[in-house]
């Protein structure tokens, strides 16, 4: 057996013109990692290179992904290219499988100059599906945009990668593999480490598992449903919830990850996980979730399939803060929301007299402000909850959340949520996504729409529908000026905030485009409406004059050739 060192190669290459990361990292088809001669190469190399040498030198670098199909390969590719550049040790969940809250931790607990995640997050899998490469930096978050545009303004000009063909690694047996390199002194290590133990011991300090072993497996427990949609976090479900907290292994369901989440779109929503709505809506369940396929987002449903959309979902959790024994000793900082998300825990904000912050979407904002030690509590309207923990949105901390508020208040979710609304109003808040439309035809559209409405005559503009009045108060493309740093973030090439216009009721149209889709451009409208009296009534039925109002507008549906949109939240 050949025992001498492993030979570092430097193999040249040319770069490519469309390696920008967007808010979840880069995202493509699998077919261009396939058949693009070193893209994958080219991209791990300009993440290395963006690093300083100096704190690459025996780091450590943590490394997981949802399960999908390319992962493995690309797993082997980045502990080569590792420790070609530097780096001393590369920590892999077990099977190469790792959910993106649980890398977040990992990359916390270990103190890694980083973590790179192998996901196109609630994208499809597969051969003919999506694949993407986030990295997270030492605080275990997304990468800021310095640092995401270091990385694309290297790839525009490499000439070449460092690798070290050689080394080939188990994924499949726990503990540490050790490689000698040639011209290092010390061996290269990669360490398989348990995927979920990290993390579950994370949760066992925030929450009261015992409360929550007597609801779900105590003598007057509650009947739950968990959909996977095999993606990662099936493992943590059966875990946690099932092994340790006492639920039958029939309430967890499409719990084995797979390579294409079984042909399935591994997104919770009403469309995508229509199977668990239906299941919910039988009325044997108290309480279902969903998650998606990397574990960062999450969706509630109650008795009879009662949504709990992801704005109210956030307001409802600050309400209830403290049956969170995690808050009661580290107390609340701050609470925050996307821009698009409605307004349902600014009025909770108000209410508790705590700071609240309006972020531009992109969970890197959030984790700027935790890390700060400003903020304790945030929320996106794409079915993502967070709390301080990690750097990260995390779907199974946000459903242990709910569940300690179940276990506290011995009501039903529609309760709960019926008596948030009767204590502060509803916000009536949905999300119409328009998926797959040509990037340039969706761009034009923006460009004309944030021209009309920054038209000096669009201010005060009236809109009637039916019997309703709607007055423009205020127009314009979000820009947001962080507060600790004082970065100011506003539109770029391509992407966009969120043009908004706001009317005097406090109503808001929201147009943004979407950085998470690897096949042509999502255009998202958002509408959210305040109503204090009439809180009980359907969401599409109550936001229908605001709806037409926004593809009035917009001329949306001229413009793209659509009928109507791909979804609805």
């Given at each position: 057996?050949?025992?001498?060192?492993?030979?570092?190669?430097?193999?040249?290459?040319?770069?490519?013109?469309?390696?920008?990361?967007?808010?979840?990292?880069?995202?493509?088809?699998?077919?261009?990692?396939?058949?693009?001669?070193?893209?994958?190469?080219?991209?791990?190399?300009?993440?290395?290179?963006s690093?300083?040498l100096?704190?690459?030198?025996?780091?450590?670098?943590?490394?997981?992904g949802?399960?999908?199909?390319?992962?493995?390969?690309?797993?082997?590719?980045?502990?080569?290219?590792?420790?070609?550049?530097?780096?001393?040790?590369?920590?892999?969940?077990?099977?190469?499988?790792?959910?993106?809250?649980?890398?977040?931790?990992?990359?916390?607990?270990?103190?890694?100059?980083?973590?790179?995640?192998?996901?196109?997050?609630?994208?499809?899998?597969?051969?003919?599906?999506?694949?993407?490469?986030?990295?997270?930096?030492?605080?275990?978050?997304?990468?800021?945009?310095?640092?995401?545009?270091?990385?694309?303004?290297?790839?525009?000009?490499?000439?070449?990668f460092?690798i070290?063909?050689?080394?080939?690694?188990?994924?499949?047996?726990?503990?540490?593999?050790?490689?000698?390199?040639?011209?290092?002194?010390?061996?290269f290590?990669?360490?398989?480490?348990?995927?979920?133990?990290?993390?579950?011991?994370?949760?066992?300090?925030?929450?009261?598992?015992?409360?929550?072993?007597?609801?779900?497996?105590?003598?007057?427990?509650?009947?739950?449903?968990?959909?996977?949609?095999?993606?990662?976090?099936?493992?943590?479900?059966?875990?946690?919830?099932?092994?340790?907290?006492?639920?039958?292994?029939?309430?967890?369901?499409?719990?084995?990850?797979?390579?294409?989440?079984?042909?399935?779109?591994?997104?919770?929503?009403?469309?995508?996980?229509?199977?668990?709505?239906?299941?919910?809506?039988?009325?044997?369940?108290?309480?279902?979730?969903?998650?998606?396929?990397?574990?960062?987002?999450?969706?509630?449903?109650?008795?009879?399939?009662?949504?709990?959309?992801?704005?109210?979902?956030?307001?409802?959790?600050?309400?209830?803060?403290?049956?969170?024994?995690?808050?009661?000793?580290?107390?609340?900082?701050?609470?925050?929301?996307?821009?698009?998300?409605?307004?349902?825990?600014?009025?909770?904000?108000?209410?508790?007299?705590?700071?609240l912050?309006?972020?531009?979407?992109?969970?890197?904002?959030?984790?700027?402000?935790?890390?700060?030690?400003?903020?304790?509590?945030?929320?996106?309207?794409?079915?993502?909850?967070?709390?301080?923990?990690?750097?990260?949105?995390?779907?199974?901390?946000?459903?242990?959340?709910?569940l300690?508020?179940?276990?506290?208040?011995?009501?039903?979710?529609?309760?709960?949520?019926?008596?948030?609304?009767?204590?502060?109003?509803?916000n009536?808040?949905?999300?119409?996504?328009?998926?797959?439309?040509?990037?340039?035809?969706?761009?034009?559209?923006?460009?004309?729409?944030?021209?009309?409405?920054?038209?000096?005559?669009?201010?005060?503009?009236?809109?009637?529908?039916?019997?309703?009045?709607?007055?423009?108060?205020?127009?314009?493309?979000?820009?947001?000026?962080?507060?600790?740093?004082?970065?100011?973030?506003?539109?770029?090439?391509?992407?966009?905030?969120?043009?908004?216009?706001?009317?005097?009721?406090?109503?808001?149209?929201?147009?943004?485009?979407?950085?998470?889709g690897?096949?042509?451009?999502?255009?998202?409208?958002?509408?959210?409406?305040?109503?204090?009296?009439?809180?009980?009534?359907?969401?599409?039925?109550?936001?229908?004059?605001?709806?037409?109002?926004?593809?009035?507008?917009s001329?949306?549906?001229?413009?793209?050739?659509?009928?109507?949109?791909?979804?609805?939240?």
């Amino acid at each position: 057996m050949d025992n001498s060192p492993l030979q570092v190669l430097t193999v040249p290459t040319a770069p490519y013109p469309d390696q920008r990361p967007g808010t979840s990292g880069l995202k493509k088809k699998v077919y261009v990692f396939q058949s693009r001669r070193n893209y994958l190469h080219n991209f791990i190399q300009s993440i290395f290179s963006s690093i300083d040498l100096r704190d690459r030198q025996g780091s450590t670098v943590v490394v997981g992904g949802d399960g999908r199909f390319f992962n493995r390969t690309a797993i082997e590719v980045i502990v080569q290219m590792a420790a070609a550049n530097g780096v001393g040790r590369v920590i892999i969940g077990h099977h190469g499988i790792m959910s993106t809250p649980a890398i977040s931790c990992v990359i916390r607990k270990y103190k890694a100059i980083g973590g790179i995640i192998l996901t196109a997050s609630h994208n499809p899998g597969g051969p003919d599906g999506d694949f993407g490469i986030k990295f997270n930096t030492a605080n275990g978050g997304p990468a800021k945009e310095a640092v995401t545009n270091k990385i694309f303004q290297i790839s525009r000009t490499i000439e070449e990668f460092a690798i070290c063909p050689g080394i080939q690694v188990d994924l499949t047996t726990l503990g540490k593999q050790m490689f000698d390199l040639e011209n290092k002194f010390k061996p290269f290590t990669v360490e398989i480490v348990d995927s979920v133990e990290s993390y579950a011991n994370l949760l066992r300090n925030i929450f009261d598992f015992a409360a929550l072993k007597e609801i779900l497996s105590g003598e007057n427990h509650i009947k739950i449903r968990l959909d996977a949609m095999h993606g990662v976090v099936g493992p943590y479900v059966r875990r946690i919830l099932c092994e340790e907290l006492g639920c039958p292994t029939n309430s967890a369901v499409n719990c084995v990850p797979l390579e294409d989440f079984g042909g399935q779109h591994p997104d919770p929503n009403l469309t995508y996980a229509a199977d668990l709505v239906d299941s919910m809506k039988e009325g044997q369940y108290d309480f279902g979730a969903a998650f998606d396929g990397d574990g960062d987002r999450n969706m509630i449903l109650g008795k009879h399939g009662f949504f709990v959309a992801p704005p109210d979902s956030v307001a409802v959790i600050a309400d209830n803060i403290f049956c969170i024994p995690y808050f009661q000793h580290t107390g609340v900082r701050g609470f925050a929301r996307s821009m698009p998300t409605s307004a349902a825990l600014d009025r909770v904000a108000k209410a508790t007299k705590i700071e609240l912050y309006e972020t531009p979407t992109g969970w890197k904002f959030f984790g700027n402000l935790m890390d700060a030690g400003r903020l304790s509590l945030c929320g996106e309207e794409s079915f993502g909850t967070g709390g301080d923990h990690i750097r990260e949105k995390d779907g199974l901390w946000a459903v242990l959340a709910w569940l300690s508020i179940l276990a506290t208040r011995r009501q039903s979710v529609e309760d709960i949520l019926k008596d948030h609304w009767l204590k502060y109003g509803r916000n009536y808040f949905t999300r119409y996504d328009y998926e797959n439309i040509d990037i340039d035809v969706a761009c034009e559209m923006m460009e004309d729409l944030e021209i009309l409405i920054a038209g000096k005559s669009f201010v005060k503009q009236r809109f009637a529908v039916e019997d309703k009045i709607y007055q423009v108060e205020k127009a314009d493309n979000f820009e947001y000026t962080d507060p600790v740093d004082s970065t100011i973030s506003r539109n770029q090439v391509h992407t966009v905030l969120g043009l908004r216009i706001i009317f005097s009721d406090g109503s808001r149209i929201i147009y943004r485009l979407s950085g998470t889709g690897s096949d042509g451009a999502t255009v998202r409208i958002y509408i959210d409406s305040y109503e204090k009296e009439q809180i009980f009534e359907d969401t599409q039925v109550m936001l229908a004059p605001l709806a037409t109002i926004a593809l009035k507008i917009s001329q949306l549906h001229h413009r793209t050739g659509r009928s109507g949109p791909s979804v609805i939240t």
